[in-house]
């Protein structure tokens, strides 16, 4: 499960994005406080196919989350 910690980590522009990907991908309604419950290998696997679907005017900011993200996860 994604630790609550990285997500309050992130500004709320990240946090938007993040759950734009996420609604995108499993065509579900989810809200913010819910990605926590979801497995890490999926939510990785989120993260890196989005990184090939994120527009080149949001993939900066895109990158930097991921980043941000993946640095919290190792920590764990």
């Known amino acids: 499960m994604v630790h609550s910690d990285i997500l309050n980590s992130l500004s709320d522009n ?24 979801m497995r890490k290998p999926f939510f990785r696997n989120i993260l890196e196919q989005y990184y090939n679907i994120v527009t080149e005017k949001h ?5 930097k ?4 993200i993946n640095t919290q996860l190792k920590l764990l």
Request: net charge positive; proline share 3%; charged share 35%.
């Open 14 to 37: 990240e946090k938007v994005m993040l759950l734009g990907c996420i609604r995108h991908a499993t065509k579900g309604d989810y809200q913010y406080p819910d990605i926590q419950f």
């Open 59 to 63: 993939k900066k900011s895109y990158k």
């Open 65 to 68: 989350m991921v980043d941000k």
